[in-house]
Structure formats: C-alpha cells, structure tokens
C-alpha cells in the first residue's frame, strides 16, 4: 500500500496566514538585533541619574557626547583605532590579495608550502597567540607601539582572508591570463592587468571585513598596547572602575564608535555583496 505523504503544516496554511506569519518572524528578529542598539542609544542620551531609570521619564541630553568628545585620551583613542584599521587593511591586502592569486593559480612545492602554514595556524585559536605576542613583543621593543598591534592583525588577516581569496580567484575563468602569457606578458603582468581588475569586487569586500574587524577587536589592543597607543576599545573598557560603571559616558562613546563602522558598512555593502557572488 503505497504511503500518502502529509504536506507540511506551515504549507498547507493559507497564503495570506504564511506571509503573515514570515512578516511577524522577520520583525520579531530585526527587534532582537536592534533591540540592544536602540537601548544603547537611548542609554547615551540619558542623564548620569536617569541612566538606570531608561524607561521612565523623558529627559535626554547631549551631555555625554560633549564630555566625551573634551576628553583628549579619547580622541586620542578614536584616531589611533582609526589610524591602525586603515593601515592593518592596506597591509593585509598587498599579502593576501597575492597569497590567494598564489594558492589558486599555483600548484607547486612553494604554493603547497604556503598553504599548509596558512592553514595550521588558521586552525589554531588565535586567542593562544596572545601571551606569546605580548612576550614577542616586549622582548622586539615594539609593545605599545602601532607596529606591535599591527603585526598580530596582519597575520590574522592573512591566515583567514588568503581563503577568501583563493576562491574568489578560482571563480575568475583563467583563459584571459594565458591569452595574457602568450602575447608576451609576464606572470606578474598577467594578474595586475587581467586577474586584478577582475577581482576589484572581492577586494573591497575583503576590504571593508578587514577594516571593521580591526576596529571592533578588544583582545590584541587589551594585551598589546598601555599608555602610549590607546584605541577605542580598550579605553571604552576603562569606564569600568572601582566606583562603579559610568554607562551614560560609556554608550555615549559606544555609540560614536558605532557611527564609522555604519557608515561604512552602509556604503561597503554592495561591494561585499557582489564580492561574496564571484
């Protein structure tokens, strides 16, 4: 006797239930993920007094911005944040851009080499880098310093992002390259003339995913830097004292270090959307 098959209780609803019922789910998740920015907003806004007592009252100044923006360690802070995700960006693109021309076109000793290296540290956590980079890095002289943090985030770009880039290359159809090679290109002439422009999409992806990941790291900044370089990260932790926490001044600079990646994630999004389809 041959099993009739139930259809599925959400497809056997109405269709004007299920459009219903996914526009309900689609707004019960963007509340669940912007739930805590409009708070953290609101916290920002608030009085030192009224901070606890968000719900209530509507008293809001813009207090907390003014008196975060007076404080010079934290201009400081936004600048050198800004200053090292740039440059951590630029870096971690001349490598890995070609690193992953390198393990997509190549398949020889050096290249198998190279990707064994990427790939055994990309397995290990690099939250087990930290203590030997701090040692590292007293020992090199460089601790507190913008190459000292730049360097453990280079190399994690690299470890992770020279993936991403291998396979955006394996998606480029290669037939130009050779027609490159045989009027008389070079290797290097072939991938800066016909693979690169090519890859110009996945690159600002890679190039916004770095930027923001540099940004919003806390780990490297928190052990790497004291004093000398502080980043925003690091000094948005510092609101914490033995008094107490400051949550008004502390979402009030949350909030200003939410603006640059917005924006650029904002304006970045086209390309990381039409990066991630090559």
Same mark, same amino acid.
């Given at each position: 006797m041959a099993m009739v098959r139930r259809p599925l209780m959400f497809a056997a609803l109405p269709s004007g239930v299920r459009?219903?019922?996914?526009?309900?789910?689609? +707004?019960? @998740? *963007?509340?669940?993920?912007?739930?805590?920015? #409009?708070? &953290?907003?609101?916290? /920002? #806004?608030?009085?030192?007094?009224?901070v606890y007592y968000v719900h209530r009252g509507t008293e809001f100044t813009i207090g907390n911005f003014l008196e975060v923006m007076r404080d010079d360690r934290l201009v400081e802070a936004f600048l050198n944040s800004a200053a090292i995700s740039t440059l951590a960006t630029v870096f971690?693109?001349?490598?890995?851009?070609s690193s992953? $021309?390198?393990? /997509?076109?190549?398949?020889?000793?050096?290249?198998?080499?190279?990707f064994g290296t990427i $790939?055994?540290?990309? *397995? +290990?956590?690099?939250? /087990?880098?930290?203590?030997?980079?701090?040692?590292?890095?007293?020992?090199?002289? @460089? $601790?507190?310093?913008?190459?000292? #943090?730049?360097?453990?985030?280079?190399?994690?770009?690299?470890c992770f992002f020279s993936w991403l880039m291998k396979g955006f290359f394996d998606g480029i159809d290669p037939s130009m390259e050779y027609a490159a090679l045989i009027d008389g290109c070079t290797r290097w002439g072939a991938f800066l003339r016909v693979a690169l422009p090519s890859a110009i999409p996945? @690159?600002?992806?890679?190039?916004?995913? *770095?930027?923001?990941?540099?940004?919003?790291?806390?780990?490297?900044? &928190?052990?790497?830097?004291?004093?000398?370089?502080?980043? @925003?990260? +690091?000094?948005?932790?510092?609101?914490?004292?033995?008094?107490?926490?400051?949550?008004?001044?502390?979402?009030?600079?949350?909030?200003?270090?939410l603006v640059p990646a917005f924006l650029l994630a904002l304006f970045g999004q086209k390309y990381v959307i039409r990066g991630l389809r090559i």
């Open positions: 459009r219903l019922l996914f526009g309900l789910a689609l +707004v019960a @998740i *963007c509340f669940l993920f912007a739930f805590p920015v #409009l708070w &953290l907003i609101v916290t /920002s #806004l608030r009085p030192e007094s009224g971690s693109l001349l490598v890995t851009v992953g $021309y390198m393990l /997509s076109r190549f398949q020889g000793p050096a290249a198998r080499t190279w $790939y055994v540290f990309r *397995c +290990v956590p690099y939250i /087990s880098w930290v203590l030997p980079l701090y040692f590292v890095a007293q020992s090199w002289g @460089i $601790y507190d310093t913008y190459l000292g #943090l730049l360097l453990p985030h280079i190399a994690v770009h690299i996945a @690159i600002a992806a890679l190039a916004v995913l *770095c930027w923001l990941f540099t940004w919003n790291e806390f780990l490297f900044a &928190l052990i790497l830097t004291g004093n000398r370089v502080p980043v @925003i990260t +690091v000094v948005m932790a510092q609101f914490v004292t033995e008094m107490g926490l400051k949550w008004n001044l502390m979402s009030a600079t949350a909030v200003m270090a």
